[in-house]
């Protein structure tokens, strides 16, 4: 956790016991919070003379993944949920993310004649006229764990994303292994199929966190 998170949350931490105590209404801790944004782990650097950062996303599954039916397109979903975090959260920033549409992706992969798995995702990027490409890929995924009954659902997952900056073909420029875990929901208050769409959301979230500038009280409420 970097400097500026530990701050954001350790504010969020006194206004609680604020208001608790009676000091400040929850109104007012609102306010003072509001401009509460913590910075990426991995920041996504603006291009020079350009007002946009055009980021294309690339989702796979690994071959030897072993997941729950319900997240079987999940390598077109995941990608879809982090664009959509990602320009939403960053459409108010000097330099606002646009991703490139999937279906520009999914034409390029029918007219092109090549393998994506073969080429060099930064050339892909570069041909979609993308300034990055994060490239995502579903290790594992499932909504029901050994050590828990069926009767409850507790959402994991390992994601490898690499982020390529398309001026550089082969270099990478950040890899990471993001797991995530997530809190425990009885299948009588929430079913599996729901828990699986909300568990889905969330990981985009948390992914899309590790890339732009974010509330740092949304992130705190990820965290319950």
């Given amino acids: 956790m970097n400097r500026a998170t530990r701050f954001s949350l350790g504010a969020v931490v006194a206004g609680l016991v604020a208001v608790a105590s009676g000091c400040i209404s929850p109104g007012s801790l609102g306010y003072l919070l509001r401009d509460t ?77 090549a393998d994506i798995r073969t080429v060099s995702p930064a050339a892909v990027g570069k041909q979609l006229g993308a300034d990055y490409v994060i490239d995502v890929t579903v290790n594992a995924m499932s909504v029901f764990q050994p050590e828990l009954a069926r009767e409850f659902c507790k959402g994991k997952a390992s994601v490898d994303v690499v982020v390529f900056d398309c001026s550089q073909l082969d270099k990478k420029l950040q890899e990471y292994t993001h797991n995530s875990t997530q809190p425990e929901r009885s299948t009588g ?32 409420a990820m965290i319950k």
């Fill in 37 to 113: 944004k913590a910075k990426p782990e991995h920041p996504l650097p603006a291009i020079k003379d350009k007002k946009e950062i055009a980021v294309l996303i690339i989702g796979s599954r690994s071959q030897n993944l072993g997941m729950d039916p319900m997240f079987a397109a999940i390598d077109r979903q995941l990608p879809g949920l982090i664009a959509r975090q990602m320009m939403a959260d960053t459409k108010d920033e000097k330099h606002p993310i646009v991703v490139i549409e999937q279906a520009k992706l999914d034409k390029w992969k029918q007219t092109s004649g």
């Fill in 189 to 220: 208050a929430m079913s599996p199929k729901d828990y699986a769409k909300w568990f889905t959301e969330r990981l985009a979230k948390e992914i899309a966190f590790r890339h732009i500038p974010h509330d740092s009280n949304e992130r705190l």
